[in-house]
């Protein structure tokens, strides 16, 4: 490997990355558990009963003092978004409140005692590409923002496409945060999703700003902004524009996707949606007169989805929005789900906690920053992250849009086709071996049956995620369309 993402002077340079993970910072662990995550995605990324299926095996455990109260509550039929018939928006909404007591308190999530004692109440939207996962499969992340911020989390679960298109999931979000509105100051109130969960957040205080007011009396009454939000790899841009895209593709788990020019997007009706910034929030542009609430970003710097992130920061940051973007070293999508074992996990939430808990960071300071992967995880201050999305930029305008993600990448790097990478020798000796195997030429109608990963035993490894250790084949190719690489 050439190196590992290293900056100079508070600047970024991804050019030195080895053309495949694992990254330098990845202990052997955590290397098995993307592999493993990796295989599971792509095997559900072609159906949707089957992903649904591995999505809905068992609820995230919890500790014995977490305690988890189902709720349902009302749609709002005085939200009538664009699009929306009154049919769409009756019914009711399962949620569960997820709380951690701390020593000096017994008190229920929900009750009016600590709404007057001005507790936070945090909003939480999970991930999923709209279309999988639920409030249980987020436990892992909920019930420690309600143990790190000492206040509730509400977790709602909204409806899912394609049964329920845009804007179903939005209206739904509206309706929770009116349902908190009932017991809460609007600053009380936090925002926290992640990836298209963060995109529903953002798309939620977009429309607060642009179209925020219900009908009280026959009187329309503004919607409030919240006090804060959070947002973890949102996904902001459904049409899949930005460089990190491909770029990032070797060391995230999020498997490539289909493009939509001859079948309509799922999470929309028509594809003519896919740049509403309701739908993706990036291509939205600021407001002179009308503000967002302050916002955190936090976003891997080796995941799919980190471009969108930056642009988005950038654009709203210039035009004088309070919005702070945090860039986690060598972190896939939502690393935040990895608690269980990655420190900087943990102290993402933790920063996360912090920052709801004041609205925005109490002392101004840099807004765009990079947590390092190593203890103590120094934060160090970043002067211009945009330089990173101008490099891809420019490497991909000389790729036409029939050039595999491969081909991208591997000139992007500019590091050696085959290298092997050796997994804390002190520890386990030779076991894992990843070898990358370039073909020249290969049909598009042989890329499904040629791309594979063979697990392979070397010696014996007991780990939660994986009964047997691992050599991974990874067959990339030189000419097969963007669309069709898996």
């Given at each position: 490997?050439k ?14 990355r ?8 990845w202990d ?10 990796r295989?599971?995605?792509a ?22 003092k977490?305690?988890?109260?189902k ?6 039929e005085?939200?009538l ?15 569960e409140w ?5 020593p000096?308190?017994?008190v229920?999530?929900d009750?009016a ?17 709209y ?8 436990r ?15 977790v ?6 394609p049964?329920?298109p ?6 739904d979000?509206?309706?929770?945060y ?8 609007p ?11 963060g ?22 009454q503004?919607v409030?902004?919240p006090g ?7 996904w902001?841009?459904l ?21 939509h ?9 028509s ?6 910034p309701?739908?993706?929030?990036l291509f939205?542009?600021?407001a ?6 302050p ?11 980190r471009?969108e992130?930056i ?6 940051s210039d035009?004088?929005a ?24 943990r ?28 203890k103590?995880?120094?934060?160090v201050?970043?002067?211009n ?15 036409t849009?029939?050039s595999?993600?491969?081909t991208?990448?591997e ?5 050696e ?9 002190a520890?386990?000796?030779?076991t ?10 290969i ?13 392979v035993?070397t010696k014996?490894?007991?780990?939660a995620?994986?009964?047997e ?18």
């Amino acid at each position: 490997m050439k190196g590992n993402g290293d900056g100079r002077d508070g600047e970024l340079d991804f050019e030195g990355r080895a053309v495949q993970g694992p990254l330098p910072t990845w202990d052997w662990s955590f290397a098995i558990t993307l592999a493993a995550l990796r295989a599971l995605v792509a095997r559900g990324a072609g159906s949707l009963n089957l992903a649904r299926r591995l999505t809905s095996l068992g609820a995230v455990p919890t500790p014995m003092k977490c305690r988890i109260t189902k709720i349902r509550m009302p749609r709002r039929e005085d939200v009538l978004l664009e699009g929306m018939s009154h049919a769409d928006v009756s019914g009711s909404i399962t949620a569960e409140w997820v709380s951690y007591p701390q020593p000096s308190e017994n008190v229920k999530p929900d009750s009016a005692s600590e709404s007057k004692r001005k507790k936070k109440v945090i909003l939480y939207c999970h991930g999923g590409a709209y279309f999988v996962c639920s409030r249980k499969t987020h436990r892992g992340i909920t019930w420690r923002l309600a143990k790190y911020s000492s206040s509730p989390v509400l977790v709602i679960d909204y409806r899912l496409a394609p049964e329920h298109p845009f804007p179903a999931a939005l209206h739904d979000v509206l309706s929770a945060y009116l349902f908190l509105l009932e017991s809460y100051s609007p600053d009380q109130i936090g925002f926290v999703g992640d990836s298209a969960g963060g995109g529903l957040c953002l798309a939620a205080l977009l429309w607060i700003r642009d179209h925020g007011g219900i009908n009280v009396d026959g009187v329309t009454q503004p919607v409030p902004m919240p006090g804060s939000a959070v947002l973890f790899s949102p996904w902001m841009d459904l049409t899949h524009s930005q460089p990190s895209w491909f770029l990032n593709a070797p060391y995230d788990y999020l498997p490539a996707v289909p493009q939509h020019n001859a079948a309509c997007h799922y999470y929309v009706r028509s594809n003519d949606l896919l740049t509403n910034p309701l739908v993706s929030p990036l291509f939205a542009e600021p407001a002179n007169d009308k503000q967002l609430c302050p916002i955190l970003i936090q976003v891997g710097d080796a995941e799919r989805l980190r471009d969108e992130a930056i642009v988005f920061w950038k654009k709203f940051s210039d035009a004088g929005a309070d919005i702070s973007l945090e860039l986690y070293e060598d972190q896939p999508h939502v690393f935040q789900m990895f608690t269980f074992s990655l420190p900087i996990a943990r102290l993402a939430l933790r920063r996360t906690a912090t920052y709801l808990q004041h609205n925005g960071w109490k002392e101004d300071g840099h807004r765009s920053v990079r947590v390092r992967n190593r203890k103590p995880h120094p934060v160090v201050a970043l002067s211009n992250p945009f330089h990173v999305v101008q490099r891809g930029q420019l490497l991909m305008k000389r790729h036409t849009p029939e050039s595999s993600e491969a081909t991208v990448v591997e000139e992007a790097m500019e590091v050696e086709v085959v290298h092997t990478k050796e997994i804390t020798p002190a520890v386990v000796e030779e076991t894992v071996e990843i070898e990358i195997a370039h073909t020249k030429e290969i049909t598009t109608a042989v890329v499904e049956e040629t791309v594979e990963i063979k697990v392979v035993h070397t010696k014996e490894i007991t780990t939660a995620v994986v009964e047997e250790a691992v050599e991974m084949v990874v067959v990339h190719t030189k000419e097969i369309t963007t669309g069709q690489v898996r």
